[in-house]
């Protein structure tokens, strides 16, 4: 019997895997302010004014197609106060910059489409042990974690690799390597997790090429971002503050009053980074890895997992399975505020969360107020676009989904706030994996407000008001020659910990059609994995992703799990074709869709179910997995308002007990990667090679 957190039936509809998931987060959340930990509400709302990562003054100089960017330590004041609720707490972070400043998110690289740019990532964190520790917990029963690092070193991680076992943060450095999300770059500057290096470049990751990453930008006008993207430890780089944005302007999308589109341009356009955290009452970052942990005992001791003490010293650090933070963080302020004229306003929004999905509504209300009760309305805002760029045509709604790792355009018109009121940004995605219900439950009590926006500035009548005209452009991608069958399970690693993974539907093949094999050694004999590769596949496996260069291919995305994942494929835009259901055999359960189960021996043979099968994991120790049985396609799903997706996509949501459809051209060589953006899920074996071409 497998447990309710990995599998759950799903006949068309979320309900259920949501229900599962609530059950888990509100026992998790049972420890959350455990000692030493800031608390939420104490913490002002809407005082901090929003930094705008469009501001001239926070964008990169590359006007000569150069420059040298850097990961170093800062101390950023975030807003955040001590326990008296007064004094303000600094919190250290690690960012990107350049001539030795550094900021969370780091500053904006603003280029233009087709317009090379050469950038030499440096390593800026030498001698410097990893910045995140845990927390004293004695109170709670366990004991004092704050010397201790959270990194898991039991992961598939850079130092993990052969031949870098010898290394350490302390002995070699931190390991990073940049990744700019959506860019359509040469292999060679895609950010690949095997690229990593420390610092001055003592250690090189098997897949490293050199110092300079050049990006052609051969893509039009949209919102990309940079992140880290290390093997192993993506989740922790990227809460420590290494992350910002990269915009693509081109001819039509300028940036620029009067651009041919009607777009608004700054001061009227604005760049938010929309993250949660946790932290201590001193102001450092917190993220749970330890006994008396949020989330702990929820992945840990209620899965059964064990983690023997030879490695997991006291329980820890161990991953966690999602992470979900109760601080609400905008451009590396919590719950910020950003003043505004009564007219049209061009926001882009990046989810840059761990775990957290985000359905965003806007509400206007009194002057002043920092929540809901006594809302005047709600308001509708127009998508112009998202992702990789504009959209084939403006959407108005009044909730947008907005999946971990996605950006969406929006306009939002503040003429029809009455000035002086504030527009609170509202989202009401819930604090739990999301399973496809709008609104989630709400577990956190400050993490349903994310930003404000006061109506208090005059308008400045000598600049026109900006109404968007001409959007028109969205994905175009050409027929496919190729039908892909891809899928996403829960399993559990050698530890017993869930263990996201992706894998194959169908027995694997290259592009030729010919079959890919599981390896003939005795490690993979002995788990059972012999003959043609399929089900669920980790990261080290042979690649079962490879499109045959300039192809385009149509993947149907398989969701055998409880949790809507948010699938990303590096180097392309796709587009997203739509969803159906996956009829599942009457024989499976809701609390279980492997076959045989403690109720049916055998299938009903009327659809869908699971059958077991060993995962052989990064280090040869065997975890488990599952294989899909009896494909059945059910009726499609409905496309919903909030999911608005005709614009050149790189993240797509696959929900659970659903196929998902998109389609793609895989127009240059090389090995790429595709993944949960889920970061808890793709540092734990979410993630595959992608390789494009002949070589994989």
């Excluded at 930094?51 to 006007?63: E, Q, S, W």
């Excluded at 990261?539 to 969701?559: D, K, Q």
Aim: hydrophobic residues 35%.
């Amino acid at each position: 019997m497998v447990s309710r957190r990995e599998f759950i039936k799903l006949s068309g509809a979320a309900g259920a895997a949501l229900a599962m998931s609530r059950m888990r987060l509100f026992r998790a959340l049972a420890a959350t302010q455990g000692p030493g930990l800031s608390d939420p509400a104490i913490q002002p709302k809407f005082a901090a004014i929003v930094p705008n990562a469009l501001d001239p003054g926070f964008i990169y100089n590359t006007k000569f197609g150069k420059i040298k960017v850097g990961v170093g330590q800062t101390v950023q004041m975030t807003g955040l106060v001590a326990t008296d609720g007064v004094t303000p707490v600094p919190t250290t972070i690690w960012g990107y910059g350049d001539k030795g400043f550094y900021t969370w998110p780091g500053r904006t690289f603003e280029v233009k489409s087709y317009e090379p740019l050469e950038v030499r990532w440096e390593n800026k964190l030498k001698h410097r042990p990893y910045l995140i520790t845990g927390k004293n917990n004695t109170a709670l029963g366990f004991d004092d974690y704050t010397g201790r690092s959270v990194v898991d070193t039991s992961l598939h991680w850079a130092y993990s690799l052969p031949g870098y076992e010898k290394y350490s943060i302390e002995r070699g450095g931190v390991p990073i390597v940049p990744h700019v999300h959506g860019g359509h770059s040469d292999f060679q500057a895609d950010g690949n997790p095997e690229f990593f290096f420390s610092p001055n470049y003592m250690v090189r990751g098997p897949q490293w090429v050199g110092k300079n990453y050049l990006y052609d930008n051969s893509q039009p006008a949209g919102t990309l971002w940079y992140h880290d993207h290390a093997l192993g430890i993506t989740r922790l780089n990227v809460y420590t503050g290494m992350a910002g944005f990269y915009i693509v302007r081109d001819d039509f999308d300028t940036g620029l009053p009067g651009n041919p589109l009607g777009l608004p341009a700054f001061p009227y356009e604005a760049a938010f980074a929309i993250q949660d955290r946790m932290f201590k009452d001193n102001g450092e970052l917190f993220y749970p890895a330890f006994p008396g942990d949020p989330f702990y005992n929820d992945f840990i001791v209620d899965e059964d997992a064990d983690l023997p003490p030879d490695i997991f010293s006291d329980g820890g650090p161990s991953g966690l399975a999602e992470f979900f933070g109760d601080h609400m963080v905008v451009n590396g302020k919590i719950w910020p505020k950003m003043d505004v004229e009564p007219r049209n306003y061009r926001l882009r929004f990046l989810n840059g969360c761990d775990s957290r999905f985000l359905a965003i509504q806007f509400f206007e209300v009194p002057a002043g107020d920092t929540n809901f009760f006594n809302a005047i309305q709600q308001l509708d805002f127009t998508v112009v676009g998202s992702d990789q760029g504009l959209a084939s045509g403006t959407t108005t709604v009044d909730t947008l989904l907005v999946e971990t790792g996605s950006r969406y355009d929006i306009v939002f018109d503040f003429k029809s706030v009455t000035p002086g009121n504030r527009v609170i940004m509202k989202n009401i995605g819930g604090d739990e994996p999301f399973g496809g219900d709008i609104p989630g439950p709400q577990v956190f009590g400050e993490t349903d407000r994310i930003m404000a926006f006061d109506v208090v500035l005059p308008l400045d009548t000598a600049v026109p008001d900006a109404t968007p005209t001409g959007i028109n452009f969205g994905p175009v991608v050409p027929a496919p020659t190729r039908l892909r069958k891809v899928a996403l399970f829960e399993g559990t690693d050698e530890y017993g910990r869930l263990q996201p993974l992706l894998g194959t539907a169908e027995p694997a093949t290259d592009y030729a059609g010919n079959p890919i094999n599981w390896p003939n050694t005795p490690g993979y004999v002995n788990a059972g994995l012999v003959g043609q590769m399929e089900g669920s596949i980790a990261w080290h496996n042979p690649t079962t992703e490879n499109p045959a260069l300039n192809s385009t291919e149509e993947w149907e995305i398989w969701n055998a799990t409880g949790d809507g994942h948010p699938v990303h494929l590096h180097l392309v835009h796709f587009e997203v074709l739509g969803r159906q259901e996956i009829v599942w055999d009457s024989h499976t359960t809701e609390d279980d869709l492997v076959i045989p189960n403690e109720m049916y021996a055998t299938p009903a043979g009327d659809g869908t179910y699971l059958v077991t099968q060993s995962v052989v994991q990064h280090n040869g120790e065997i975890g488990n997995g599952f294989r899909i049985v009896n494909k059945t396609y059910g009726p499609a799903v409905p496309q919903l308002p909030e999911y608005v997706e005709n614009a050149r996509k790189d993240m797509v949501t696959a929900l659970p007990g659903q196929i998902t459809r998109i389609k793609a051209t895989f127009d240059k060589p090389g090995r790429y990667v595709w993944h949960c953006h889920i970061l808890s899920h793709e540092d734990h074996e979410m993630m595959r090679v992608l390789h494009v071409g002949p070589g994989a």
